[in-house]
C-alpha cells in the first residue's frame, strides 16, 4: 500500500486550496477513504471520510462546509477541497484507508509522508 500527499502549501486566512493522494497498491475503487491531520504535538485529527463509490460523504464539525471530500476511482486518488481556509486548519494532512461503522469512521493501514498545509497572512 502506498498513499502519496501532495497539494499543500501557504494560503491566507479565507483563501482555498486542494489537496490530492494518489494510491497504489490495492484496489481503491473498493475502500472507503478519509483525510485525516495532524498537528505537532496533537493527536491525529478525523476530518472528512467517502465512501468507497462516492456516494456518501462525512465531515468533522469543525471542516463542515468549508471542506469538500471527492475521489476519482479511475484516477485512485482522493481529494480536500479546502474553502475559507482559518489559520486553526494549519496542519500535516493524511490519507488514510478507512471503514465506518455505526457512524463512527475507523481509519488504518499505513501512513503516506503527509502534505502540509500553512494558514498565514
Known amino acids: 500500500v502506498q498513499l502519496v500527499e501532495s497539494g499543500g502549501g501557504l494560503v491566507q486566512p479565507g483563501g482555498s486550496l486542494r489537496i490530492s493522494c494518489t494510491a497504489s497498491g490495492f484496489t481503491f475503487q473498493n475502500v472507503d477513504m478519509s483525510w485525516v491531520r495532524q498537528v505537532t504535538g496533537k493527536a491525529p485529527e478525523w476530518v472528512s471520510g467517502?465512501?468507497?463509490?462516492?456516494?456518501?460523504?462525512d465531515y468533522a464539525s469543525s471542516v463542515k462546509g468549508r471542506f469538500t471530500i471527492s475521489r476519482d476511482n479511475s484516477k485512485n486518488t482522493l481529494y480536500l477541497q479546502m474553502n475559507n481556509v482559518k489559520p486553526e486548519d494549519s496542519a500535516v494532512y493524511y490519507c488514510?484507508?478507512?471503514?465506518?461503522?455505526?457512524?463512527?469512521?475507523?481509519?488504518?493501514?499505513?501512513w503516506g509522508q503527509g502534505t502540509h498545509v500553512t494558514v498565514s497572512s
Open positions: 467517502i465512501k468507497k463509490d462516492g456516494g456518501s460523504t
Open positions: 488514510r484507508l478507512s471503514m465506518m461503522y455505526r457512524g463512527t469512521w475507523y481509519d488504518f493501514g499505513s
